[in-house]
């Protein structure tokens, strides 16, 4: 009984691991292009921040 359990287990190990094809599959390249922004659009916002807080620090005095 035991012979005939792991023969059955080793059939369906044998057929799980031969499953598919030998060949190599097909994968598909996807490119992303990404539009790049210029770079003193990253720094607007910071200097506009440090202009008004320099504006409200020379008028509070």
Known sequence: ???IALAAAMS???TAAFAGNVEEPVVDV???VEES?????GALLPILALLI?????????
């Open 1 to 3: 009984m035991k012979k």
């Open 12 to 14: 369906v190990a044998a």
């Open 30 to 32: 996807v490119e992303v």
């Open 37 to 41: 922004s210029s770079s003193s659009s």
């Open 53 to 61: 807080i320099g504006a409200a620090v020379a008028a509070s005095d």
